[in-house]
């Protein structure tokens, strides 16, 4: 079976650039290296996602991990610890998901930690349509 892997994300610009191009949400996985329920969520929700190529067309999926000592680049260009741009979006607990428009903006809630595996999938999409549904109103 081929393994479909999640880009980690450093600079949040490029993304933003990519996204706005394509007319794309960004799923955002905020992660830990040792969080079993980051592995999860990746191993039994947004891989098989990936290979079976739901939403490829309105998603990129992107993973930002806030261990100590990580750097990114914000939507603003400007170089900062990835936990400090985590907690700007009340972000405290991994695995957490954010959908977000190319500017940085949330269109739908986030999903916090997880429940139940066998629900999840249905929550996610659920929230990937909304906010695929959010930014196609947002279209000039």
């Known amino acids: 079976m081929p393994k479909a892997t999640i880009e980690r994300i450093y600079d949040f610009s490029t993304a ?3 996204a ?3 007319q794309r949400v960004i799923m955002l996985l905020v ?3 040792d969080c079993p329920y980051c592995h999860l969520i990746k191993e039994d929700v947004i891989r ?3 290979l079976g190529g739901d939403f490829k067309d309105d998603i990129l999926i992107r993973e930002l991990f806030i261990d100590e000592g990580e750097t990114i680049v914000d939507f603003q260009g400007m170089e900062r610890e990835a936990a400090d741009f985590a907690y700007g979006y009340d972000v405290y607990v991994t ?3 954010l959908f ?5 903006h949330e ?3 986030k999903m916090v930690g997880i429940n139940t595996v066998e629900m999840y999938w249905y929550y996610l999409s659920e929230s990937l349509r909304g906010a695929i549904d959010r930014l196609n109103r947002k279209k000039p």
Request: glycine share 8%.
């Open 16 to 18: 933003a650039r990519l």
């Open 20 to 22: 706005s191009r394509e």
């Open 31 to 33: 992660s830990q290296e």
């Open 48 to 50: 098989p996602m990936i």
């Open 95 to 97: 695995p957490t998901l």
């Open 100 to 104: 977000l428009e190319a500017g940085g």
């Open 107 to 109: 269109l739908v809630k």
